[in-house]
């Protein structure tokens, strides 16, 4: 069974930074495409940012663009998500999630698009 999990979550004040790992348990996944997506209390699931399997394409959210930053370590079947100058807008519990494209170069920024997905991981930005 995969899993993806995720790790780095935590409290922290504005303007700080955090930043997340999802490691995924099976090797095949080295080139899928990746995201991290987030949902706050009352509020629908959102997406946050992308990750060609390739590693070369990225897209991000307005509300975080120039601020965090994705990347990803085939190698350790890992993607990362650096966050910094943080928010209290930008407490939630984030998400990673994973898919098989065709093309190593595809983005997916929907939630439909992906069919695997991490627990969780908790990030709380206080002022």
């Known amino acids: 069974q995969v899993q993806l999990v995720e790790s780095g979550g935590g409290s922290v004040q504005v303007g700080g930074s955090l930043r997340l790992s999802c490691a995924v348990s099976r090797r095949t996944f080295s080139f899928y495409a990746r995201g991290w997506f987030r949902q706050a209390p009352g509020k629908e699931r959102e997406f946050v940012a992308a990750i060609s399997g390739s590693g070369g394409d990225t897209r991000y959210a307005d509300s975080v663009k120039g601020r965090f930053t994705i990347s990803r370590d085939n190698a350790k079947n890992t993607v990362y998500l650096q966050m910094n100058s943080l928010k209290p807008e930008d407490t939630a519990v984030y998400y990673c999630?994973?898919?098989?494209?065709?093309?190593?170069?595809?983005?997916?920024?929907?939630?439909?698009?992906?069919?695997?997905w991490g627990q969780g991981t908790q990030v709380t930005v206080s002022s």
């Open positions: 999630a994973a898919e098989r494209t065709l093309s190593i170069t595809a983005i997916l920024a929907t939630i439909g698009g992906y069919n695997y």
